[in-house]
């Protein structure tokens, strides 16, 4: 025999609880969607909207030192590989980046670096070549500098308002106003 007395009626408390939760997150539910239903936008902000290159200080010394760097697709389309290049002494300024392949080649056809004075060439076309700065690529994006910081827009064609492609960065000028 046990000293504790036998209790009965917990199955219907139980029930009764859960039966309350589920109403409060039904409920829960219902008025998210209200509230999403009313927005006027469909935008959904998933991830960065640029690839941040990093610190402008260390990828010039890089690029100084070994060549323009290639970025295998960093923006998961798996076709978008990138060459991020700078000229000049100033990291703030002096940043291009384009599409490391010739238009209309396969993705293993990337430009080939030579040296400052040639710029690139084709892997798989000799024949083609390009500029250090990469103009004349089929795509280029548009850098930023921001608070020591490269800031690369891939996706400056799907805004509604699309940049332009120019792809060096100048300071905001300190001048007085009407002087």
Same mark, same amino acid.
Not at 61 to 83: F, H, K, L, N
Not at 91 to 103: K, M, N, S, T
């Given at each position: 025999? &046990?000293?504790? %007395?036998?209790? /009965?009626?917990?199955?219907?408390? $139980?029930? *009764?609880? $859960?039966?309350?939760?589920? #109403?409060?997150?039904? +409920?829960?539910?219902?008025?998210?969607?209200?509230?999403?239903?009313?927005?006027?936008? /469909?935008?959904?902000?998933?991830?960065?909207?640029?690839? %941040?290159?990093? &610190?402008?200080?260390? #990828?010039?010394?890089?690029? $100084?030192?070994?060549?323009?760097?290639?970025?295998?697709? +960093?923006?998961?389309?798996?076709?978008?590989?990138?060459? #991020? %290049?700078?000229?000049?002494? @100033? !990291?703030?300024?002096?940043?291009?980046?384009?599409?490391?392949? !010739?238009?209309?080649? =396969?993705?293993?056809?990337?430009?080939?670096?030579?040296?400052?004075?040639?710029?690139?060439? *084709?892997?798989?076309?000799? &024949?083609?070549? #390009? =500029? !250090? @700065?990469?103009?004349?690529?089929?795509?280029?994006?548009?850098?930023? +500098?921001?608070?020591?910081?490269?800031?690369?827009?891939?996706?400056?064609?799907?805004? =509604?308002?699309?940049?332009?492609? /120019?792809?060096?960065?100048?300071?905001? &000028?300190?001048?007085?106003?009407?002087?």
């Amino acid at each position: 025999m &046990s000293p504790v %007395q036998r209790t /009965t009626g917990h199955a219907g408390r $139980a029930l *009764a609880v $859960a039966l309350v939760a589920v #109403l409060v997150a039904g +409920v829960g539910l219902w008025l998210a969607s209200l509230a999403i239903s009313r927005r006027s936008t /469909t935008d959904i902000g998933l991830g960065d909207q640029t690839f %941040q290159g990093g &610190s402008v200080v260390r #990828l010039a010394a890089e690029i $100084a030192d070994r060549g323009p760097i290639i970025y295998p697709d +960093v923006s998961g389309e798996r076709s978008r590989d990138i060459i #991020l %290049q700078h000229l000049g002494s @100033d !990291p703030e300024r002096g940043w291009y980046a384009f599409l490391a392949q !010739p238009g209309g080649k =396969p993705r293993a056809c990337t430009w080939q670096w030579l040296d400052a004075r040639r710029g690139f060439r *084709a892997k798989c076309d000799r &024949s083609l070549t #390009l =500029p !250090p @700065d990469g103009r004349g690529a089929a795509e280029r994006f548009p850098v930023k +500098v921001r608070k020591g910081r490269l800031d690369i827009d891939l996706n400056y064609r799907t805004r =509604p308002t699309a940049p332009s492609t /120019t792809t060096t960065t100048a300071p905001v &000028s300190g001048g007085k106003p009407g002087g």
